[in-house]
């Protein structure tokens, strides 16, 4: 079945055609105004909102995924990276990489008046996706912003929680419902 699978969804990605390479050289830089624009977001999240803080927060999620594709040796799509990954090919870049690499390098920067979050994604039957969120410190994740350069090979994509394509939930929690149905147990209510 593993055989069949992977070059099952290669081909599903193919035909999807979101198996575009990445510029040569690697993604590239945020376009200008890009960092500000998610500052600003992340300033409008409430009061209280360090605007320094959502400054270097906007850059390090613009900037370090950069170095992470870099170190990934990012030089594909994202799913045939996953594929390389998954066959030994490359030692790291699927989604949850990302996600922990993201979420630590910003725990890094010691925030004041926002958190970082981990949250999981069922993004179709079977597969999930990882990322990494901010907010308001004090706020619950879904009131603030995904910060996820997985989707784009290393070039940060990031929207409101409620507003992205994928529900996202905490991951803890996702990670504490697997634990409990392995168990044989049944989520609590």
């Not at 990934?72 to 030692?91: C, E, F, L």
């Not at 910003?106 to 907010?135: C, M, N």
């Amino acid at each position: 079945m593993t055989r069949f699978l992977t070059p099952f969804l290669l081909l599903v990605c193919l035909l999807l055609g979101a198996c575009t390479a990445p510029p040569p050289g690697g993604p590239q830089p945020p376009a200008s105004g890009e960092i500000a624009a998610l500052a600003a977001s992340l300033r409008a999240l409430g009061p209280g909102v360090d605007p320094e803080e959502a400054e270097r927060a906007a850059r390090v999620s613009f900037l370090y995924p950069l170095a992470l594709a870099r170190s990934y040796n990012i030089t594909d799509s994202p799913y045939v990276h996953n594929v390389k990954v998954n066959n030994g090919q490359r030692a790291r870049g699927l989604c949850w990489h990302w996600a922990e690499d993201m979420e630590l390098r910003l725990r890094q920067e010691s925030f004041r008046t926002l958190t970082v979050h981990r949250a999981i994604a069922q993004s179709f039957p079977g597969f999930e996706h990882s990322t990494s969120v901010i907010s308001r410190r004090g706020d619950p994740m879904q009131r603030g912003i995904v910060v996820d350069p997985w989707r784009a090979g290393g070039r940060l994509f990031w929207s409101p929680v409620l507003r992205d394509d994928y529900v996202w939930r905490p991951r803890m929690e996702v990670l504490a419902e697997k634990w409990l149905k392995r168990q044989g147990g049944a989520p609590a209510p």
